[in-house]
């Protein structure tokens, strides 16, 4: 079975066009996350969700919009592609029961959407 | 602000050689600590973590890690590597009570057969 699994796995668009990116995980956890890796393997959080509100959100272009419609899912939606958001996409997820300093919980990674945008 | 620093970038050792991979992180709080590896073409898997108790942590596949406090690492080992070992090596750190995970850089490690 699989635990955090993300369509499609493969997304190549032109520029300008308007995209989505599907998380979904089986494993009860209640937060979420989105990671843009570059083409230098750089791993960089943008969004998170918890409880389906938003509680990390870098700084990342408004034109890209989270959106969670329960605890199993979030979803990316990219308006106006630009050549520079290609990358990989990954989806990851956690479980945090109670916010204690120090106390945290591993995050599971998806697959990766690979976005080429010509 | 946080950050984590994998002064590795790319390592090559021919198989049965032992590995360390440097990892250090500026935060002076209570951290969470972890490895992950990405293997050609995969996703980013957990190695080992460390939260609290002993230093040295065991993980998956023969890989052990130490966290020194005094000197904020967390330094990835195996004595003795494998050419499926070829793979991304990517050190996270967790501060505090932050939801966020700060990841490294990258140590691209090519095992010679």
């Known amino acids: 079975d699989t635990a955090v699994s993300q369509t499609p796995k493969y997304l190549v668009t032109q520029m300008g066009n308007d995209k989505s990116i599907k998380c979904e995980q089986n494993l009860g956890h209640d937060t979420m996350y989105w990671y843009k890796q570059d083409s230098k393997k750089f791993l960089k959080i943008m969004f998170s969700?918890?409880?389906?509100?938003?509680?990390i959100n870098e700084t990342v272009p408004n034109r890209f919009s989270p959106k969670s419609p329960d605890k199993a899912h979030l979803n990316l939606h990219i308006n106006s592609l630009e050549l520079g958001d290609s990358a990989v996409y990954f989806c990851?997820?956690?479980?945090?029961?109670?916010?204690?300093?120090?106390?945290?919980?591993?995050?599971?990674f998806g697959p990766g959407t690979r976005l080429t945008v010509l | 602000a946080q950050s984590v620093s994998q002064h590795n970038h790319h390592v090559i050792l021919s198989e049965a050689a032992s590995l360390e991979l440097g990892c250090n992180y500026s935060y002076g709080g209570t951290v969470n600590l972890f490895w992950y590896v990405q293997y050609p073409g995969q996703h980013l898997q957990l190695l080992l973590k460390?939260?609290?108790?002993?230093?040295l942590v065991k993980g998956i596949k023969g890989f052990e890690a130490e966290f020194i406090k005094s000197k904020f690492s967390f330094n990835l080992r195996k004595p003795s590597v494998q050419w499926s070992d070829t793979a991304e090596y990517f050190c996270?750190?967790?501060?505090?009570?932050?939801?966020?995970?700060?990841f490294g850089s990258g140590t691209r490690l090519l095992v010679r057969p």
């Open positions: 969700y918890n409880n389906k509100e938003l509680i």
């Open positions: 990851a997820s956690s479980h945090h029961q109670q916010r204690v300093a120090g106390t945290t919980d591993t995050q599971y």
């Open positions: 996270a750190v967790n501060a505090g009570s932050s939801y966020k995970l700060i």
């Open positions: 460390y939260f609290s108790g002993d230093p």
